[in-house]
């Protein structure tokens, strides 16, 4: 602690805001804690602080008397409506001119919402994105905030500090105005959940398909983890297979029931894009399934009653495996490819000014999408700042036709088998659909009109054309 006070101040001792504490700590930050639970405050003051400068309030008004003035304060509480509760009570207790950052994953029209009513009340609000789960916010997360820039001055050097660094790079950067920040986290998750979906498809193909045991795609995914698609998913997927039940004995993996849950920031995702209409089909396919991974007793009652094809794959299976690299590897693209194309009409849409090749940066490293194919989306954006999508970069486009064929036979492999792969398949389809110059909407204009009278455009001629359709 300065002589003033503390440098920041961070209100939410759950698993984020302890290990974030802990780690601005480590950076020499003198920090201030608040939790509404106290006990809990104590048990981090009593167990985890030991001599680092961390000092505790145990109600708001102690909390906020130590914080230096113009005060900084980060919230990490549960997202929704605790973050309405918390800053209801907080911002009469401050001044004009402190500042509020918001470190939980808002939505971002919530985000909106709460930087209009603080900067009425003289006071910079900040939508940050944390990502990087418990050990980022420990060590070094990926970091995504927005708002207010003259807080962004101010705090600047201490996110950079707290973040993940690649290259000696900090994995954070100024997003944009408003809630940018919080937009980037929430399609960050969009990504995630893209990229999650591809993984447990391959893992469903080779286990129901090519009847792998967890020892042996513990050694699979551990190999790709060395190659191009090095990544923090699949590198926890590698290790996932290799952990045995304490219990059991059994591997770990065939114990755990196979109902996915989420807490929606994939579903908003997909709900903007539709908003904006920004095709996210990976990022969809996604969500739905793991809507219906949810439906795990009608999917046992539908599994006695519907038949479909045999699910054993019977051809070369160390091609195969080699295939379903090149397929993953080609959707892993296509999904960074949507959920930044969905950035870039966000951005202009809703005027945050993105950088793109900033969020390649700071993507890099620290969080749960970091993988080695973000240096290649990074130059991408450096090279072509405007580029419409990932798959236009000749580098990247060349990446993915070289493993076209391989994803077409995977996604082949898949229906033959009966094993669902929607996120491989709608890859597959978004990549034919983007290349396509001519698409099928002429029909839909068509069938528009003969119902709705909604009129259509021609080839030939400018302007908009009724046609009476039943007419003789
Ligand atoms: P957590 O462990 O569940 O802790 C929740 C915190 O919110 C606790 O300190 C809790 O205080 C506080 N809280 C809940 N309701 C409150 C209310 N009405 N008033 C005041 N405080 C309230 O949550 P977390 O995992 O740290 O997540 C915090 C935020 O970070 C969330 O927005 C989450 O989505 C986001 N996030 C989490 C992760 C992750 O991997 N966990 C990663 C990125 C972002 P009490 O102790 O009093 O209950």
């Known amino acids: 602690m300065t002589q003033q006070g503390c440098d920041i101040g961070l209100i939410g001792l759950g698993t ?30 009593d167990n985890e602080v030991g001599a680092r400068p961390i000092q505790a309030g145990y109600d708001l008004q102690e909390f906020i008397g130590l914080l230096r003035q113009p005060r900084a304060l980060i919230l990490l509480v549960a997202a929704g409506a605790p973050v309405d509760a918390v800053l209801r009570e907080l911002w009469p207790l401050l001044s004009p001119g402190d500042l509020v950052i918001d470190g939980g994953n808002s939505h971002f029209t919530d985000t909106n919402r709460r930087g209009r009513f603080l900067s009425g009340k003289q006071l910079n ?69 893209g990229l999650m979906e591809l993984i447990v498809e391959t893992y469903d193909l080779f286990k129901r398909g090519l009847g792998l045991t967890p020892a042996e795609l513990a050694s699979i995914y551990d190999r790709w ?27 770990l993996i065939d114990l755990i029931l196979d109902k996915a849950k ?28 793991r809507d219906m991974s949810g439906y795990k007793e009608e999917r046992l009652a539908a599994s006695q009653v519907l038949a479909g094809p045999c699910q054993t794959f019977k051809g070369d299976r160390q091609r195969c495996i080699g295939q379903v690299k090149n397929a993953l590897y080609a959707g892993m693209i296509a999904t960074y490819a949507q959920g930044l194309a ?45 580029l419409p999508n990932l798959l236009m970069d000749p580098h ?41 110059a001519v698409l099928p909407g002429n029909l839909i204009q068509a069938q528009r009109d003969f119902f709705g009278a909604h009129t259509y455009e021609r080839l030939d001629a400018p302007g908009a054309f009724h046609t009476e359709w039943e007419e003789e």
Request: net charge neutral; with cysteine.
């Open 125 to 193: 609000f900040m939508g940050l994105g944390v990502s990087g789960g418990e050990a980022g916010a420990r060590y070094g997360p990926s970091l995504m905030p927005g708002g207010s820039r003259e807080g962004y001055d101010r705090v600047g050097p201490m996110l950079e500090a707290a973040a993940a660094r690649v290259k000696g790079e900090p994995c954070v950067a100024y997003l944009g105005p408003r809630s940018a920040g919080h937009y980037v986290k929430m399609v960050h998750n969009g990504i995630e959940y």
């Open 342 to 386: 969905l950035l870039q009409k966000a951005s202009a849409t809703y005027d945050y000014g993105l950088d793109l090749e900033a969020v390649a940066r700071i993507w890099r490293g620290g969080c749960i999408i970091r993988a080695a194919l973000l240096e290649d989306i990074r130059s991408a954006y450096k090279t072509k700042a405007e």
């Open 225 to 251: 983890n060395r190659e191009e698609l090095n990544s923090f998913l699949v590198g926890i997927t590698a290790k996932i297979f290799t952990r045995q039940d304490d219990r059991t004995g059994k591997p």
């Open 396 to 436: 990247l486009g060349k990446e993915f036709l070289s493993r076209e064929a391989d994803l077409r036979e995977v996604v082949q492999m898949a229906a033959a088998l009966g094993l669902p792969a929607p996120g491989l398949m709608a890859t597959l389809s978004y990549f034919d659909a983007y290349r396509s």
């Open 262 to 289: 989420q807490k929606g920031t994939g579903m908003w995702t997909s709900w903007d894009a539709m908003d904006l209409q920004v095709g996210t089909p990976t990022i969809d396919a996604a969500v739905v399934m």
């Open 16 to 45: 984020m805001g302890r290990n974030f504490v802990l780690n601005l700590a480590d950076h020499g930050f003198a920090v201030a804690v608040y939790n509404r639970t106290a006990e809990k405050t104590k048990d981090f003051m």
